[in-house]
């Protein structure tokens, strides 16, 4: 009797969906795989994945690089290709300007786990490519990957958000307290009460981490751009100066306020102004309406204003070097505030608009050797390793001929792992 038998290996339920997560955080899935080019077209056409054409290994190897480059930008799937030929692709990708990771269980996938911006594995892998990978995922799910980039992207916008406020307000109230010490006749805030100032608004920026991202944050990957934090902050610290110098004008001209009323007047109207920025800074949008904050940046931000304006109410007032104010201040800071927020929303507009706070072509690709660099980083040691002096190491760092030194043998050691 003849007949044929088959082996039928279904993709994961979940596969699908994952794709298209991926798909819109803007990572493009290409296919690199050892079996037959209509295998691959056909898993690939059950999972929904548009293909933008088939390149097969005999095809890779009759292409130049120029050629393979444009071509390998389009094709989605690699057919029959050998471990130099997925370690080629990676690298022509990789040229293009983009990030590319690669995802690989076996002996063949090291060379192009290697090859990768991040090269990506799973615990039941071999060794080999375990060892390649930069990341092991401990669950064999595309599903993973999404959520670890969501994740990734989530945490860089945060982090930018409490960097732009703090330069922003720092900038500002530096420039105020600088101004205003050389007009005044006394300072305008002791030092105790700056750094309880500044230990109210960083206790209050703890609830930055779990801020909810505005989708929009999430489709595309970001980039840290030192010019546009620079812009940011000349354009919003002074902004926040002069909401000081109208605090100054309205103690000293208005109330005729003495030291300690004017330092607690500016220390209330500093530590308002620069917490509750936060709603502004955070989005894009308008806040609130188009953007809600999570819950615990609200009762954090809210709190630490509280406290701000009870303390120089407290019994604690006279310890801390503060005066009572007059009861009219309040009503004139709180309309203070709420002019300054109107004020930052639409200087946010205008800023945003700009033709220099838009999206960016992408970054230049780095060089062999930030890759070589960032390979061998796990072997690496911040501190110099010096060589006993016996000890001679060629321009190769190879020992020369006979010397047999502990310190030469660890530098032998250490680059053959690194090398691994």
Known sequence: MAGFL??????????????????SLGITVKIATGDNARVAEMVCGDLGLVSGGTLTGIQVDAMTDAELAVTARNSSI???????????????????GGAVGFLG??????????????????????????????????????GVLA??????????????????MGTSSNFGNMFSAATASVVLSFLPMLPGQILLNNLLYDAGQLAIPGD??????LRAPSHWDIGFIRRFMLLFGPISSIFDFATFGLMIFVFDAVPGEFRAGWFIESIATQTLIIFAIRTRRVPFFRSRPSAGLIVASLGVVAIGVYLPLSPLAGVLG?????????????????IYLIVVEFAKAWFFAQAAQQPSAPPRPRGHAHHVSRRAARFSTPQAIRAAPSA???????????????????????????GN
């Open 6 to 23: 088959i082996f039928l290996d279904r993709p994961k339920a979940d596969a699908k969906a994952s794709l298209e997560l991926l798909s």
């Open 147 to 164: 959520e670890g980039v969501m994740e990734g992207r989530r945490i860089f916008a945060n982090t930018i958000k409490y960097v732009l």
């Open 212 to 217: 909810r991202v505005d989708a929009e944050q």
């Open 78 to 96: 690699f057919a029959r290709v050998s471990p130099e030929q997925k370690a080629r692709l990676i690298r022509l990708l990789r040229q293009s």
């Open 392 to 418: 001679r190491v060629t321009s190769s760092a190879w020992p020369a001929a006979g010397a047999s030194s502990s310190g030469t043998r660890k530098v032998r050691a250490g680059q053959r792992r690194a």
């Open 105 to 142: 269980d076996g002996v063949n996938d090291a060379l192009a786990l290697h090859s990768a911006d991040i090269g990506i594995s799973v615990d039941s892998a071999t060794d080999i490519a375990k060892d390649a990978a930069d990341v092991v995922l401990l669950d064999k799910d595309l």
């Open 322 to 338: 503060f005066d009572p104010l007059p009861a009219p201040f309040f009503l004139a800071v709180l309309a203070m505030i709420v």
